[in-house]
């Protein structure tokens, strides 16, 4: 199973947003990936400003570790999202999670972060051969 997520941006909708996460995951009976923007960083080094870490952090920490999810490493960068300032922040909100059943079917799945061209967001490509090189191609967003 694959789920794309948009993680709420408003403060007020963050708490439904992770407890609608956990209530997916858990009531999964298939292995499953999930895996989009989240609209939280887990850990300060995930962003290039320090600013600490919201409420919001821990409780999404502590919902990857309750569904025992495992968070895919990414080639290519650290982050996946720009505010375009001047002196911009810099963070990493989209990653892909997946299931250990998931993990079990798919042991050598890659994430590839590939350049940003339009979005405030990087692409990112969820790849399931190991060692498979990214060939060049053109990511395209509709704007509307």
């Given at each position: 199973i694959f789920l794309n997520v948009y993680g709420a941006a408003q403060e007020e909708n963050k708490a439904k947003f992770l407890t609608e996460l956990a209530s997916l995951c858990s009531n999964s009976k298939e292995p499953y990936v999930v895996g989009g923007d989240f609209n939280f960083i887990r850990f300060t080094s995930e962003k290039n400003k320090d600013y600490g870490l919201?409420?919001?952090?821990?409780?999404?920490?502590?919902?990857?570790?309750?569904?025992?999810?495992?968070?895919?490493?990414?080639?290519?960068g650290r982050y996946t999202g720009s505010n375009y300032q001047t002196n911009p922040t810099?963070?990493?909100?989209?990653?892909?999670?997946?299931?250990k059943d998931s993990e079990d079917l798919f042991p050598s799945v890659m994430v590839h972060?590939?350049?940003?061209?339009?979005s405030d967001h990087n692409p990112l490509i969820l790849s399931i051969k190991a060692n498979q090189p990214m060939k060049h191609f053109t990511f395209k967003f509709e704007l509307s």
């Open positions: 919201s409420r919001y952090s821990n409780i999404f920490n502590s919902t990857i570790a309750s569904q025992e999810l495992i968070d895919l490493h990414m080639s290519g810099l963070l990493k909100l989209d990653r892909f999670l997946v299931s972060k590939r350049p940003r061209e339009v």
